[in-house]
């Protein structure tokens, strides 16, 4: 909260790369039709997030930056395993664990938050990246077996959470 504009700046790049992230996940597996769906809505969803965080970021008299390397996206990243199932299991359960984690952190954003419309807006922001999550972890169930799904999730998490331990405060998304 002390410097909330470097977190706009942050948040911004996140809904990017999220909004990113959908397309290339529908790229990848054009013919898993309920995956496409559910990624083109996705993808549109964080984009319109993205415009909305840059409307504030230009409010405030900034403007958006080169996207930077999130540290914790990226050491988890090292946790996707490889083999065709294996890699696209893993890409569902870590994209909906980050999805988690950002509902998360946007939702104490929004308790830190004097009333009014940028609380409101994380408080929606907020409810929105939970349902991501959601819909990761469902999508996995729909294409791998439940115990599987569960077993690397819990592993996933444990491992998500090794990463967190170790990363400095700053401010940002993760």
């Known amino acids: 909260m002390a410097d909330f504009d470097a977190f706009l700046l942050d948040h911004a790049a996140a809904e990017k790369k999220a909004s990113g992230m959908a397309i290339s996940m529908l790229s990848h597996y054009p013919d898993r039709v309920e995956l496409v769906n559910a990624m083109a809505?996705?993808?549109i969803e964080e984009m319109?997030?993205?415009?909305?965080?840059?409307?504030l970021i230009h409010s405030r008299g900034l403007i958006t930056t080169k996207d930077e390397k999130d540290p914790y996206v990226n050491q988890f990243r090292q946790s996707l395993r490889k083999g065709s199932d294996e890699y696209f299991l893993d890409r569902l359960l870590i994209g909906g664990?980050?999805?988690?984690?950002g509902a998360e952190r946007f939702g104490l954003i929004a308790k830190a938050l004097e009333p009014g419309q940028l609380k409101n807006f994380y408080t929606s922001i907020s409810r929105s990246e939970e349902r991501h999550q959601d819909l990761m972890v469902d999508l996995a169930l729909l294409y791998f077996p439940e115990q599987t799904v569960l077993q690397r999730l819990q592993q996933l998490i444990e491992a998500e959470a090794k990463i967190v331990a170790n990363l400095p405060h700053r401010a940002a998304l993760h």
Do not use: C, D, G, S
């Open 48 to 55: 319109t997030h993205y415009r909305e965080v840059v409307k």
């Open 97 to 101: 664990i980050i999805e988690a984690r």
């Open 41 to 43: 809505e996705l993808a």
